[in-house]
């Protein structure tokens, strides 16, 4: 098992220690709910430099990441960030994926649980004169994320970061430590990235707290049991639960990352071909009656026929209700359809709502 | 992790308060602290006749699902309905506030099969 740039942090704070795709990870702290509630009012610190970080460079390397990812990479302009899937030839989900243009190279940022299979599928695509390095024991990665985090990082960095736009990245010092920050995240609220040499990770932490501290402004150590919840309130997709081999971006209302005028790229043929045939089935958020929580593979029925599968769900804090996310077959995806989940030999009545479920986040668009 | 000496425990990490012929059941501070965020408790109806170990109700945490087992075998006569609308009371108070159901005792002697702190303690230090 391997341990981040922040390991000894996660001793000192009591975390929950978990085993999460090779790594020691803490899955929460304090409390899942409490943690959930930190991001959705003030701030929340989560580390998560076990995500992974492949860098494209050479001459041939827009080309290349054009090739292998289905957005346009070409419209990135220097320093913005881009969300984008990277396809089997089938059309099924290699990963998803954020794409950073940073002034000699694309920097790939990949979830942890994907970053040997994608490292060796990027490997075995390679095209054209393109150099690939894997770096994701190089870099450490804090995500701060909640309404209040603009106040904390605007005290801690040279320049101050407050017109950076939603999904654009630059260079920063934070107490003369080159990193990388960006205007991201995976809760849905307002927030920012920072990426930089691993051996830093543990005082960049510690700035951040201590910035909190000064403004009197709580931040909220997060462990990954928050961070599922928030994902899955503002209807963000999980590879491996929500999105995996076995689905296209086309089925998981991924179509918005898919740019079929841009030229060539791996999965293409099978998608239009999905489009062509027609999709049978989508990926539909549903709202349940009762309290009992829907639970990744639980089947979905219409009047006693099964009809789908939960790929995600909790019981949403924020909203105080349980919260699901699963494929079923069309015309079940249409939005009020009453459906019914199986939980322990019940049957649970639900309604499929739009996404995301939690639509007050701080997020600047 | 809080231990009453003056309890009674069962393996599966439930505890028993015994008072005139009755038991009144609920889960230990290990247990919610391992569950954390209770969110929505399945409790059985009153009255009904249960065995000992059998699942009588279900546990809904954030991160996962736990039955909730009948300490001694008898008749349901009372459970908690402040749960229904307040499961987190287990977490925040798990031997007073927090207690799930109360049972008329059916047969004494399974007392007996339960621990006693000193040996519930020893129990949880393995785990």
């Not at chain 1, 991001?39 to 827009?62: N, Q, T, Y």
């Not at chain 1, 997060?222 to 081999?245: F, H, P």
Request: aromatic share 8%.
């Amino acid at each position: 098992m391997k341990k981040t740039p922040l390991y000894e942090e996660h001793i000192k704070l009591n975390g929950r220690m978990v085993d999460f795709a090779d790594f020691k990870m803490p899955v929460q702290y304090s409390s899942i709910i409490n943690e959930v509630k930190g991001v959705r009012e003030s701030v929340g610190i989560f580390d998560v430099s076990h995500m992974g970080e492949i860098e494209i460079s050479g001459s041939d390397a827009l080309n290349f990441v054009n090739w292998i990812t289905t957005n346009d990479a070409s419209i990135l302009k220097l320093w913005q960030v881009q969300y984008t899937t990277m396809l089997y030839p089938e059309g099924g989900i290699v990963d998803d994926l954020l794409v950073y243009r940073l002034p000699d190279s694309y920097l790939l940022v990949v979830n942890a649980t994907n970053r040997e299979k994608d490292f060796n599928w990027i490997i075995n695509n390679k095209r054209g004169n393109v150099d690939i390095e894997d770096r994701g024991d190089d870099y450490f990665q804090i995500a701060v994320q909640g309404p209040l985090t603009l106040d904390v990082i605007k005290r801690i960095t040279a320049e101050d970061p407050s017109d950076l736009p939603f999904y654009w990245a630059k260079e920063e010092s934070i107490s003369g430590n080159k990193v990388l920050i960006s205007r991201t995240g995976y809760t849905g609220e307002d927030g920012f990235e920072i990426y930089g040499d691993s051996p830093l990770g543990m005082k960049i932490w510690d700035i951040v707290m201590d910035a909190g501290e000064t403004i009197n402004t709580h931040i909220v150590p997060c462990g990954l049991g928050a961070r599922d919840i928030l994902r899955l309130e503002v209807g963000y997709c999980l590879y491996g639960n929500d999105i995996t081999k076995e689905t296209t971006p086309l089925e998981a209302g991924l179509s918005w990352l898919v740019k079929m005028d841009k030229g060539d790229f791996i999965g293409k043929e099978s998608l239009i071909k999905q489009e062509e045939e027609g999709l049978r089935r989508k990926l539909i958020g549903m709202r349940l009656e009762s309290r009992a929580i829907p639970r990744h593979g639980y089947p979905i029925y219409k009047e006693g026929e099964k009809v789908g599968e939960i790929t995600s769900g909790t019981h949403s804090p924020t909203l105080n209700y349980p919260i699901a996310m699963g494929y079923v077959e069309k015309p079940f995806h249409k939005k009020g359809t009453k459906l019914e989940i199986e939980i322990r030999k019940k049957m649970i009545e639900g309604e499929v709502v739009s996404l995301p479920f939690w639509k007050n986040g701080s997020i600047k668009r | 992790m809080e231990i009453l000496e003056e309890l009674l425990y069962s393996k599966d990490h439930e505890w028993a308060r015994q008072e005139n012929g009755e038991v009144i059941e609920g889960i230990t501070d290990y247990a919610q602290s391992e569950l954390s965020d209770i969110v929505y408790i399945e409790l059985p109806e009153e009255g009904i006749e249960v065995r000992k170990g059998e699942a009588i109700g279900t546990i809904e945490a954030v991160k996962t699902v736990s039955d909730l087992c009948a300490v001694l075998s008898g008749t349901i006569i009372e459970v908690n309905k402040e749960l229904e609308d307040h499961p987190e009371l287990i977490n925040k108070d798990p031997y007073d506030a927090g207690w799930i159901v109360r049972i008329k005792i059916g047969d004494p002697e399974e007392l007996g099969t339960l621990m006693e702190a000193s040996e519930y303690k020893d129990l949880i230090s393995m785990e």
